[in-house]
């Protein structure tokens, strides 16, 4: 779960800015959203609005840019632009920038920083917080002579674990390498609290872009019963004209799937087991490529419809709306949800290409579930879903961009709501903020 996650000279966030997930005193309503996880209780859903250019996206692109730091491991293997430094402020120039988080995995919360320029890693601490103390587990500095230094736990260096420790010290000497990434993944066993850290921004963090599809997703209907089950049950729901989805397998020579999909194949046959995702150029239609019991089989949904005549008829994937394919998409996120206690979603434009009615009943089934354990954060310009019969109020946030260009952050908690008030009408209004201030329209001459 995610608590909070501060960022600090990055993108459109100058100062240090905090958007966390903690409930107010003030808000009591939803007791059904509150989680506890272990010493903190936090929200299990969070809308944020704001104007275009306020900052909303760039909430997302930030987490998505810690996730990659500690993910891929260095600095240039993340796909984001050079310098992510604040651009409107030339003091900001000379300052690294910096991404912090709390977050919780099972029984364990942990805090996480990060100091950082394009090339260089200055600063890296992993915390384990506690409810009145928090406990060092590692600390990495790089000094101005480019020299560099750990702190770690003494829990780590006693006598078992001195040969890994001095290993792993030595080992550890790039500027722009992620000391959580390096030791979780190779030091695993030596250090099961930093790897249950790293673990958690690989196996439990997702982050959907609003032009992003869920590639595993014909694999899942193929092999998760479960999932399957779920899907045909939602799916008539939103009355999108499709009463089921079918999964289809088809088996493929590695020489028609390279003909077709060239590397993708290749990955396929050499990882047994694991899913390929693969695009058909002309249709668009996405695949899953994988290799089971010794065959290589491309795997797909059909969606069917019911024909005039009351039958049921399998239609191509491409013929679907692009509404369709999103609420489709969705699908992976709301069993995760249901299923996996530590699951983040974090959604950029959630309403992108669907009716407001089928957003705001997707949101309130969401709402509505005794069932769900994971968190769904998303951003969206959607007026309608500003409803207390879905969310609190603490669970409505606003990015409001300042008179220096940089973004501010508050929740709906912050204002004194009654619990009648029609918070829609309330934030077209323009009395939260978050909104556009346009232009006399008569200034344009049309």
């Known amino acids: 779960m995610l608590l909070r996650f501060i960022a600090e000279n990055?993108?459109?966030f100058k100062e240090a800015t905090e958007f966390n997930l903690f409930p107010s005193s003030k808000t009591h309503s939803h007791d059904s959203h509150k989680i506890t996880c272990d010493h903190a209780v936090v929200?299990?859903?969070?809308?944020?609005?704001?104007?275009?250019g306020a900052g909303k996206s760039n909430l997302v692109r930030c987490i998505g840019l810690l996730q990659g730091i500690v993910s891929k491991g260095v600095l240039s293997a993340i796909s984001f632009p050079a310098?992510?430094?604040?651009?409107?402020?030339?003091?900001?120039?000379?300052k690294p920038s910096a991404l912090a988080i709390e977050y919780s995995v099972g029984d364990c919360v942990f805090y996480y920083h990060v100091e950082f320029d394009s090339k260089n890693i200055y600063m890296e601490e992993l915390y384990q917080s506690g409810k009145t103390k928090d406990e060092l587990i590692f600390k990495r500095l790089l000094d101005d002579a480019g020299s560099i230094s750990v702190e770690l736990s003494q829990k780590y260096t006693d006598a078992k674990v001195t040969s890994e420790y001095r290993d792993a010290i030595r080992r550890v000497q790039r500027q722009d390498m992620s000391m959580l990434n390096f030791m979780g993944q190779y030091y695993a066993d030596s250090f099961p609290m930093i790897t249950k850290a790293y673990r958690w921004f690989v196996d439990e963090l997702c982050i959907v872009r609003p032009d992003a599809i869920f590639g595993i997703m014909p694999h899942l209907m193929d092999t998760n019963s479960d999932f399957s089950r779920m899907v045909n049950e939602k799916l008539p729901f939103f009355k999108t004209g499709i009463e089921s989805l079918v999964s289809q397998r088809e088996e493929m020579s590695l020489?028609?799937?390279q003909s077709v999909y060239k590397e993708e194949s290749d990955l396929a046959k050499k990882t047994p087991g694991l899913p390929v995702l693969a695009v058909n150029r002309v249709t668009g239609e996405t695949f899953n490529i994988v290799y089971e019991e010794e065959k290589l089989l491309k795997k797909t949904i059909l969606p069917q419809h019911t024909m005039p005549d009351g039958l049921l008829q399998t239609t191509p994937f491409f013929l679907e709306s692009d509404g369709t394919r999103r609420i489709?998409?969705?699908?992976?996120?709301?069993?995760?949800l249901l299923v996996r206690p530590d699951s983040v979603f974090i959604i950029d434009e959630m309403e992108r290409s669907v009716h407001p009615i089928l957003i705001k009943e997707l949101m309130r089934t969401i709402s509505e579930s005794q069932r769900a354990k994971g968190q769904l954060i998303f951003s969206t310009h959607e007026s309608c879903l500003l409803d207390l019969d879905i969310f609190r109020p603490d669970e409505i946030w606003f990015a409001q961009k300042d008179i220096d260009n940089s973004t501010k952050l508050y929740p709906l908690s912050d204002f004194n709501i009654h619990n009648t008030a029609n918070i829609e009408n309330g934030y077209l209004q323009g009395r939260y903020g978050g909104i556009p201030f346009l232009s006399n329209i008569k200034d344009l001459n049309w």
Do not use: K, W
């Open 83 to 94: 310098d992510t430094r604040f651009f409107y402020d030339e003091a900001c120039a000379g």
């Open 10 to 12: 990055v993108f459109s």
């Open 255 to 257: 020489q028609e799937a």
């Open 328 to 336: 489709i998409d969705y699908m992976p996120v709301l069993y995760y």
């Open 43 to 52: 929200l299990r859903m969070t809308a944020l609005y704001g104007a275009n």
